[in-house]
C-alpha cells in the first residue's frame, strides 16, 4: 500500500463539539429524491387537518381582525395551536399534536377549574406550551402550506392569507364542517382561557374527526389532483399515494413505513408475492427504488465509518491512518472464504435474491443491511462480519441497479457531485475500480469514501456552520477517535402521508377502505 496523505484537522483548546449528521454526505442526496417524490407533506406535517385549521384561521383572522402586526397573528397562532393541544387532548391523547406533553399536564393540574392559556403562548413567554417563537406553524406546517398552495401572501402585508381557488376553497369547506363550534374556538382565542366543558363541545375539531363532507373531499382532492404537467409536484405527490393506495390494496392491511419503502425497492408484496403494477405507476415505482438503493449505499459505508471507529478505540494514543485502514480491510477480506480476484469479480459472484426484502434469504439487501437497525443479539454479527456485509451490499446494490441506470441518472445527475455523494457517485467509483484487486479496493474504499469523505464533510460544516462535528482527528501522523457515529436511514414521509389517507378515509387497518378503492380507480 502507497504512503497514505495524512489529513491535518485543526485542534482548539476549546471547541463547542456537536454530534454531526450526516457524517459522509450522502445522506442529503436520500433527501433530495424523496422531496420531489412526496412533497407538500414533510416529516413533521403530522396530521392533515392542521392544513385546513391553519387555512381556516387565516380567513378568519383577515375577516374579523385584520391586524398586519407581525406580533398580533403570531399569538393568535400561538393560541390556536394550544387549545387545539387541549382539545385533541381531551378527546382521547391524540397523536401528531404539537404541545401534547404540555396540554397533558395542564389538564391535569386544572381539574376543572378554568384553565388560563394566555400566560403560556404569550410571545416569548418563559412557561411556553412550545419554544418555536411560531409554535407547530412556524417549525412544521408553514412551508408545506405555502408549497401545496393552499396560503399565499398579500402584497399589502406579510400575514398569511388563504391563496385564491383552492386555499379559499379549504377555509370555507373546515368552517362548514366544524359549524358553531368554530365560532367557540375563536371567541376562546379572544378571551385566552376554556373549561373542560367547552374543550369536550369542541371535540368534532380534533385531528381524528374529520366527518364525510367538503372538507375530507378537499383534502382528497388537494392530495390527489392531477395536473396538465407530468413533472409538477402534484402529480409526484399523486403517484407516491397511489403506490401506498395499490399496496394497502393488493394486501389487504396498511403498510408500516419501512415495509412499504422496501417493497417499492424489490417490487416485492407479503412472502416474496410479485408487486404487479400499471407502467405509469411501476415507473413511479422504480424512481423510489432508487432512493432505496441510494439508502442503502450509504448504510453500507455508514457502516465502514463505523467499524474504523470502533477499531480506533483500541489505539487510545492514536496510530497510523495506514496501519488502520490495513487492518480493517484485512479484518473484512477475511470475512470471506475465498478471496476475490478483483472487485468486478467480487460483484459477480454475488447471488441476487429474488426479493430483496426478504427476512429470510441471507443475499437479500434487507438482511445485508439487517445490522443497522436491529440490536447484536438479533442479527449475530461481530464488527468485521458487519463490515463484510456492509461491502457486499455495496456490490449486490451495484449489480441490482446495472438494470435501472436511466432511473438511477435521472434522480441523481442533477447534483453536484462534489458536495452530493450519492449512489450515483459511488457506482462511478466502484466501476472505476473494478479491476482492482479486492483487498487494494477495500483499502482506497476505506481511505477515499469513507476517511477523507468524512473529513471533508465535517471541515465544510465547520467553515459554513461553526459545528464541530470530526470523528477522527489528527496529531503527530497519527489519528484518534473522537466520536461516535452509526448507520442511521432517512424517513422519507411515508409514515405521515399514510396517516393523512388514513385521516381522509382512504386507509384502515384492513388496507385501502372502499372510497380509498375508487380514489384509485379515479386517480
Known sequence: MTKIEQVAVPQWTKLSKKRGVD??????????????????????????????????????????IGDTDQTAWQRRIRRAEALYALIAQVKGGERGVGGAEWAEKRLATAGERRLDFRDDTEPGSDTHYLQNPWG??????????????????????????PAPGVGDKLAQAFAASVGEMGDLFLGTLDRGWTSRKDLDAMSSMAPSSIARGSERDCYQALLLRSSAENDSPDVERRRTLQLILHWAAATGRKPGSDELRWSMYSACLDEGQSWVLPDYLEAHRLRWSVYQANEIAHIALETLLKGLLN????????????????EAAS????CFKTEPEDWNSFVEAQRLS??????????????LTRHSWMRQSQHGMNEAEQCAAAVRALAVVQKRMRSRKVEVVAELSDLDPLGFHSLLTELAFLEHNADMGFEALLQRLFLERVVRRHLWVAMRKLQYHGDYTFLIDTDDGLVRKRGDDGPVWTGPRLGNAIVFLEDIGLLSEKGATERGRRALVAA
Open 331 to 334: 479484518k473484512v477480506r477475511a
Open 23 to 64: 457524517p459522509l454526505g450522502m445522506q442529503n442526496s436520500s433527501v433530495r429524491i424523496y422531496q420531489r417524490l412526496l412533497p407538500g407533506i414533510s416529516n413533521v406535517t403530522l396530521r392533515i387537518r392542521y392544513y385546513g385549521l391553519y387555512v381556516w384561521l387565516a380567513d378568519r383572522y383577515a375577516r374579523d
Open 354 to 367: 429474488k426479493d430483496a426484502s426478504s427476512t429470510t434469504d441471507a443475499n437479500s439487501e434487507w438482511m
Open 136 to 161: 407547530v406553524f412556524g417549525q412544521a406546517y408553514q412551508s408545506q402550506l405555502f408549497a401545496i398552495g393552499l396560503l399565499a401572501y398579500a402584497a399589502e402585508h406579510e400575514i398569511a392569507t
Open 311 to 326: 477499531q480506533l478505540e483500541a489505539y487510545p494514543a492514536g496510530c497510523s491512518l495506514e496501519q488502520l485502514i490495513a
